[in-house]
T-cell receptor
């Protein structure tokens, strides 16, 4: 595997389900990100992890719960979602040195549909 | 006012045309500027990266930054049908923790054979 991988690629879940999205980066980076991409909207940053520590939570509802067990893996745990949470969820990674680390590399995304 | 403005298009051009894609921004602290290309059903792919003002060229692609006007551009020469995608601009300031990026909405480009 190379780059940033995400599983599953597609997910359909009911509002009462619990599911998890997985991201793995094979680039040796030290920072990982979750983004939400909805139609006709800019990418919305959800969470940032630097060296496994969460450094940003962009006012994301608690029904989204991130987990970063090590610098290569990132999870997004989902529970009691709403239909408006249907979107493409993208994971990205970068190498942060000081405050620099702007070249982010993205995975293919998970297309989530909440019914 | 949004921090980054980008015309969503769609933009349709014939094969071989020169394409100009643009973003404006309001935060004068932005110093790092990127262009991403996103094909349908795929994640964004980093195309170009520039720091501060000036031009950068890579093959058929040229990125320009005009900090005085808070305006960035991506030019595609000899456009090909394979260039059909959504192009996202992204930018960041020196002080942003962990390299936080602010994205434009994306411009959908279609290059017709």
């Amino acid at each position: 595997e190379t780059g940033v991988t995400q599983t599953p690629r597609h997910l359909v879940m009911g509002m009462t389900n619990k599911k998890s999205l997985k991201c793995e980066q094979h680039l040796g980076h030290n920072a990982m990100y979750w983004y939400k991409q909805s139609a006709k909207k800019p990418l919305e940053l959800m969470f940032v992890y630097n060296f496994k520590e969460q450094t940003e939570n962009n006012s994301v509802p608690s029904r989204f719960s991130p987990e970063c067990p090590n610098s290569s893996h990132l999870f997004l745990h989902l529970h009691t979602l709403q239909p408006e949470d249907s979107a493409l969820y993208l994971c990205a990674s970068s190498q942060v040195v000081g405050n620099r680390g702007y070249e982010q590399y993205f995975g293919p995304g998970t297309r989530l549909t909440v019914t | 006012q949004k921090e980054v403005e980008q015309d969503p298009g769609p933009l349709s051009v014939p094969e071989g045309a020169i394409v100009s894609l643009n973003c404006t921004y309001s935060n004068s602290a932005f110093q790092y500027f990127m262009w991403y290309r996103q094909y349908s059903r795929k994640g964004p792919e980093l195309l170009m990266y520039t720091y501060s003002s000036g031009n950068k060229e890579d093959g058929r692609f040229t990125a320009q930054v005009d900090k005085s006007s808070k305006y960035i551009s991506l030019f595609i020469r000899d456009s090909q049908p394979s260039d059909s995608a959504t192009y996202l601009c992204a930018m960041s300031a020196m002080y942003n923790q962990g390299g936080k990026l602010i994205f434009g909405q994306g411009t959908e480009l279609s290059v017709k054979p």
